[in-house]
């Protein structure tokens, strides 16, 4: 063989070599395979308005005259007058005049509020000192700075500051009164069975 068909055996070798590489490296690329895991995330629950209903506050405002009765779901401000019946399932702040009996749910506050009707509280009631009630009371603590006509009942308390005015019978857990405060009718305070044991061992 000659220099020349030496040249060309050596060419076609490297050649063939380099052909293989490439075909073996495209095999390779061709042949791997990719595994890709896709993980799940957990879900969360998201909670939205319509889960929680949230009832804003009604409001009858001065000037406004109601006649008719009225159940509330929330809170309500009565400035206005109202004839008629109200019950709530919120806290009720009346500073008008009210003809009428109120159900509450939860707290009342009167503030120069004028109420003509028998009010039941699941909560406190807070009288001021500019405010009047005729009708009776019920509810857990009663805070009374005013004029009421009428019986009252407090489960847990009744505090009378130093410008209350109660004509009619009072019945309480506890009661505590400034001085100036007036109660006109019979006090009864629940003792409980410990206070009562107590007094039924002295043998006089």
């Known amino acids: 063989m000659n220099a020349k068909d030496n040249a060309k055996q ?10 293989k590489d490439t075909d073996k490296a495209d095999e390779t690329v061709v042949s791997e395979e990719f595994t890709y895991e896709t993980r799940q995330e957990p879900e969360i629950p998201v909670r939205t308005y319509r889960d929680t209903p949230v009832y804003s506050t009604s409001v009858i405002a001065d000037g406004m005259t109601v006649n ?26 009346i500073t008008g005049k009210l003809l009428g009996d109120l159900s509450c749910a939860k707290d009342v506050i009167l503030i120069s509020a004028i109420v003509q009707g028998n009010i039941t509280v699941s ?28 019986s009252l009942v407090a489960e847990e308390s ?44 002295i043998d006089l």
């Open 10 to 19: 050596a060419w076609k070798e490297i050649l063939g070599v380099v052909g």
């Open 68 to 93: 008719g009765d009225a159940k509330v779901q929330g809170d309500l401000e009565l400035r206005g007058a109202m004839k008629g019946n109200i019950k709530a399932d919120g806290n009720v702040t």
């Open 123 to 150: 909560g406190v009631i807070n009288l001021d000192k500019a405010s009047t009630v005729i009708g009776d009371i019920e509810a857990r603590s009663a805070n009374i700075d005013g004029k009421m006509k009428g």
């Open 158 to 201: 009744a505090s009378f500051q130093k410008d209350a005015l109660l004509i009619g019978d009072v019945t309480c857990g506890k009661i505590s009164m400034s001085e100036g405060a007036q109660i006109v009718g019979a006090l009864k305070v629940n003792m409980d069975q410990v206070t009562s044991a107590e007094f039924e061992e």
